[in-house]
């Protein structure tokens, strides 16, 4: 079955500090993986996505994230982050042999002045 | 841009009502998805639908139904809202295959009391 780890729960970083948010996915083939930031109150919107070619991929605001497919993980990274990062990140597998997207459990990012 | 949009942020309502949750996107999508969203539990999957009046039960279906007449809309009934069903609810719409993820509506907040 598919699913989606992320092992954090919180995570507080000082504001100019680097960021890696952790996900490992358990699939069969290679999936399509999403990261998704949630601030307070609102929907989801996506940072950035991968579903083939070059593993390291860039998204919207500064993020990126490297697929490795030999660790079966999609870390998000950021180098240098801002007070308004602060916010909620989930990770997601989708595929195009089935409907559903799997989302993990969230990790909440709090960022220190 | 894709734009998904639920008809309310905010509800509240009592116990036994029927609650109509709406939701509309304009980019053609083929997908569209019902979760909802509880603080420890991540996002649910409570319906999608891979096409007009095409629909399959998700991970927590129950107390719920769904109906989508038109490619656009997606329309999420709590036929008899009870207090466990307070909740936010997220839709999403992605395309047939998937590969560039789900785009999410802003999120209803609903209050069953």
């Known amino acids: 079955a598919q699913s989606v780890t992320q092992p954090d729960i919180h995570i507080t970083v000082s504001e100019g500090a680097s960021l890696e948010l952790r996900c490992n996915y358990s699939y069969g083939a290679t999936p399509y993986l999403f990261w998704y930031v949630q601030s307070p109150g609102q929907g989801l919107q996506l940072l950035l996505k991968?579903?083939?070619?070059?593993?390291l991929v860039q998204g919207i605001k500064g993020f990126e994230a490297e697929f490795k497919r030999s660790q079966s993980s999609f870390n998000l990274r950021k180098p240098s982050v801002h007070w308004s990062d602060a916010a909620e990140y989930f990770c997601a597998v989708g595929h195009s042999n089935f409907n559903k997207f799997y989302f993990g459990s969230g990790t909440k990012l709090n960022v220190k002045p | 841009d894709v734009k998904v949009t639920q008809s309310s942020r905010y509800l509240v309502k009592r116990t036994g009502e029927k609650v109509f949750l709406e939701c509309v996107q304009d980019m053609d999508h083929e997908n569209m998805f019902w979760y909802r969203q509880d603080p420890g539990l991540g996002l649910r999957l409570i319906y999608f639908s891979y096409d007009v009046k095409m629909k399959e039960k998700g991970d927590i279906p129950e107390g719920y139904s769904v109906s989508r007449e038109k490619k656009e809309r997606f329309s999420l009934i709590l036929e008899s809202a009870s207090t466990n069903q307070t909740s936010m609810y997220l839709c999403?719409?992605?395309?047939?295959?998937?590969?560039?993820?789900?785009?999410f509506g802003p999120g209803t907040r609903l209050t069953v009391t």
């Open positions: 991968y579903f083939s070619g070059d593993t």
């Open positions: 999403a719409s992605s395309l047939s295959a998937n590969q560039l993820g789900q785009y």
